[in-house]
């Protein structure tokens, strides 16, 4: 626990009488540096929260220092950048080393840039909410001096964020907690998602709508204490949609439609650098080495998947489809022919 939780704490110089009499323009320069030290440890904020531009500007250039460190670790994959900005507890825990591995992956995906930043002055110890325009942060108030910092990239459709939160300890200002969750996918957060599900389902694409429900669970929640204010409602349509989906569609759906009738199993989503897509799995009576003959009948499913299944061919990138000739199994991998079709 830290000590003089309310105590700010003073800097003192100590100089002996001898080098004061030997050098009294250092006397000037060690007084008035001393001074200044005092004044700058001793400034009093107002208990309450600065975010982004409310934050001071000498203030948060100390905090964007700290920042620049801590990424420049992340990047490198390097704890050892890292330990001058962690607090001890940090530093300690081992489970940290695969944290900041897999940030230095996300990290070289994309620049990454500062979404919001809260410095936050405490009264009290104890569970704190934050509410911003389009979410509300909860976290426990463990120092009266807190920062919070959250990062995401500038310009891939599946986004990563980065948040880090730092604690002024009574050995200064330390790297406390990170995190790296999901923000956005698709290039959409999850009340984005969550509206283009509505409008998917308005439209009759049941499959769209809970493809983009599912994706918005994934990132409804970037931090763990970052909350989006219509949760409850979304999850009470995901309910609606399954139900729906469930009794429209039995599978295996065997497309009559086609000479071959392959037979739809699951239909599922992949993640690519470019978003995530629908991956449907079929059974085709073709052999597998048959690649020629496999290409010609996803052709043909290519041209009524829209019919049967509406929505699915619309709006998107690529639909992924694997061609199987017997059914995936839990105890070893089955052979399949994978196949892309590209929409825009």
Same mark, same amino acid.
């Given at each position: 626990? %830290?000590?003089? #939780?309310?105590?700010?704490?003073?800097?003192?110089?100590?100089?002996?009488?001898?080098?004061?009499?030997?050098?009294?323009?250092?006397? @000037?320069?060690?007084?008035?540096?001393? *001074?200044?030290?005092?004044?700058?440890?001793?400034?009093?904020?107002?208990?309450? *929260? #600065? @975010?982004?531009?409310?934050?001071?500007?000498? %203030?948060?250039?100390?905090?964007?220092?700290?920042?620049? %460190?801590?990424?420049?670790?992340?990047? =490198?994959?390097?704890?050892? +950048?890292?330990?001058?900005?962690?607090?001890?507890? /940090?530093?300690?825990?081992?489970?940290? +080393?695969?944290?900041?591995?897999?940030?230095?992956?996300?990290?070289?995906?994309?620049? $990454?840039?500062? +979404?919001?930043?809260?410095?936050?002055?405490?009264?009290?110890?104890?569970?704190?909410?934050?509410?911003?325009?389009?979410?509300?942060?909860?976290?426990?108030?463990?120092?009266?001096?807190?920062? /919070?910092?959250?990062?995401?990239?500038?310009?891939?459709?599946?986004?990563? /964020? *980065?948040?880090?939160?730092?604690? &002024? $300890?009574?050995?200064?200002?330390?790297?406390?907690?990170?995190?790296?969750?999901? #923000? =956005?996918?698709?290039?959409?957060?999850?009340?984005?998602?969550?509206?283009? =599900?509505?409008?998917?389902?308005?439209?009759?694409?049941?499959?769209?709508? +809970?493809?983009?429900?599912?994706?918005? @669970?994934?990132?409804?929640?970037? #931090?763990?204490?970052?909350?989006?204010?219509?949760?409850?409602?979304?999850? !009470?349509?995901?309910?609606?949609? *399954?139900?729906?989906?469930?009794?429209?569609?039995?599978?295996?759906?065997?497309?009559?439609?086609?000479?071959?009738?392959?037979?739809?199993?699951?239909?599922?989503?992949?993640?690519?650098?470019?978003?995530?897509?629908?991956?449907?799995?079929?059974?085709?009576?073709? @052999?597998?080495? !048959?690649?020629?003959?496999?290409?010609?009948?996803?052709?043909?499913?290519?041209?009524?998947?829209?019919?049967?299944?509406?929505?699915?061919?619309?709006? &998107?990138?690529?639909?992924? $489809?694997?061609?199987?000739?017997?059914?995936?199994?839990?105890?070893?991998?089955? !052979?399949?022919?994978? /196949?892309?079709?590209?929409?825009?």
């Amino acid at each position: 626990m %830290q000590k003089d #939780y309310y105590r700010t704490a003073k800097t003192t110089f100590t100089l002996s009488l001898t080098s004061m009499r030997s050098i009294p323009s250092l006397i @000037k320069l060690f007084s008035l540096l001393s *001074i200044f030290s005092f004044l700058t440890s001793c400034t009093s904020y107002e208990p309450g *929260i #600065y @975010k982004n531009g409310k934050i001071n500007t000498s %203030q948060k250039e100390d905090f964007h220092a700290l920042n620049n %460190q801590m990424l420049e670790g992340l990047k =490198a994959n390097s704890p050892r +950048l890292m330990e001058g900005v962690m607090s001890r507890e /940090m530093i300690e825990d081992n489970s940290r +080393l695969r944290l900041i591995e897999l940030c230095s992956n996300r990290l070289k995906e994309d620049s $990454y840039t500062l +979404l919001d930043e809260y410095y936050i002055v405490h009264k009290e110890r104890g569970k704190k909410v934050i509410k911003a325009p389009n979410y509300a942060l909860s976290y426990d108030a463990d120092t009266r001096e807190m920062y /919070m910092a959250f990062f995401i990239p500038k310009s891939i459709p599946n986004k990563y /964020m *980065i948040s880090a939160v730092y604690c &002024k $300890y009574d050995y200064g200002w330390k790297l406390s907690h990170l995190e790296l969750n999901p #923000y =956005a996918l698709n290039g959409k957060t999850a009340p984005e998602l969550f509206e283009k =599900a509505k409008q998917a389902y308005a439209q009759k694409y049941l499959l769209n709508a +809970l493809n983009n429900l599912e994706l918005a @669970k994934v990132c409804a929640n970037p #931090y763990e204490g970052w909350k989006y204010p219509d949760e409850a409602g979304m999850n !009470d349509f995901y309910s609606k949609v *399954i139900e729906e989906i469930n009794l429209k569609y039995l599978y295996p759906l065997t497309l009559n439609q086609v000479p071959t009738h392959p037979r739809i199993f699951s239909i599922s989503t992949q993640t690519t650098p470019d978003g995530v897509f629908p991956l449907v799995y079929y059974m085709s009576s073709i @052999k597998l080495k !048959d690649t020629a003959a496999l290409r010609k009948e996803n052709e043909n499913i290519k041209k009524v998947i829209g019919k049967v299944i509406p929505g699915i061919d619309k709006d &998107k990138k690529y639909v992924f $489809y694997d061609a199987f000739n017997e059914w995936p199994r839990n105890d070893r991998s089955v !052979d399949r022919y994978d /196949m892309t079709e590209k929409l825009k």
